[in-house]
């Protein structure tokens, strides 16, 4: 299984809670317990795990990556797009989330974010399961 | 399975290491080939692979960490934990291991730090062992 | 199966293209679908993936790195590699890419790097393959 999931984005940076997509994904299989893991194909996004009740939490990362790699700065790749490779890598493009019970294990306060630093653009995810296979 | 392995942290900011803890959870299963997940299910705690032999290493990565995302900024979020948030999604809260012959396979110099930013708190850890189902 | 790739590096920071050496490891191995586990048991080198297409990228990469934590800066650690630990930890020394019909899934213009802060040194690399298990 490698779910694809296509993802469209609006603005030049971008923070989306993809945590109800994902956990649908997720709950429509039937594994009981494993880890689901994600994986962003591209060089100018990532993901991230943070708090999604306060927005301003995002707000600070946006910021905070903005003060460490500016959108404009003395870059060499001339696509205009160099803060955003560097920011993708920083952040890295893939994760993974425990599955227990059949749902996804996040923490109280975390949510799943698509991290787009280049767009708007049509962006795809990759999803996969693996199920545990013992009881260790 | 899904362990959970709860610690005490006891300042604001603590890097605990926790190779031995995590080490003696991998040994007291049988699993002789797989990999150990492990995930922090908080949004101002991660995890970071580093040195554990001269702690200033651990010292500098702190200082830096605090020098790029300094504890009193200019933030958004008003819970005086911005930096926290910020420095978690910087080192991500999610790593693995290999398990090699029963044994968790870290390099030589290699310990695992479960990093507080906004301590002290009760924390918890999950871990999760995949036992490899093949040869290859 | 644990498999130890031998790299030597040639310079103090190198981003080395693993990539069709990763590759030529999956398609050796009658993987058709699962999940390439990449670990650096090293605390002074990293792995990253980002644009292969064009260098200046990870040049970018690299100097806002270097302004970021410079090699020369204000450490405790004395060996004259602070920065390089930091780095290490900024970046991560593990990733994964999943694996569909016995190939490598990477974005079109995504790479596989071994980041080298400490060299010229001689270096490992882990790979372990997990095979899907099951067709959630």
Chains 1, 2, 3 share one sequence.
Not at 44 to 70: C, G, Q, S
Not at 111 to 136: A, H, K, V
């Amino acid at each position: 299984m490698n779910k694809v999931i296509n993802l469209e984005t609006t603005r030049q940076i971008e923070f989306i809670d993809i945590t109800s997509l994902i956990r649908k994904e997720v709950e429509a299989r039937n594994c009981r317990e494993g880890i689901c893991f994600l994986y962003v194909p591209h060089t100018t996004a990532a993901l991230t795990i943070n708090e999604n009740a306060d927005p301003d939490v995002i707000r600070d990362l946006n910021h905070t990556m903005e003060k460490l790699v500016p959108v404009k700065g003395n870059y060499f790749h001339r696509e205009g797009n160099a803060h955003a490779h560097v920011k993708a890598s920083l952040l890295g493009g893939s994760t993974f989330i425990f599955i227990r019970d059949g749902k996804l294990l996040l923490g109280t306060w975390q949510g799943i974010y698509f991290c787009e630093f280049d767009g708007p653009r049509r962006r795809s995810l990759y999803l996969r399961i693996m199920q545990e296979n013992s009881t260790y």
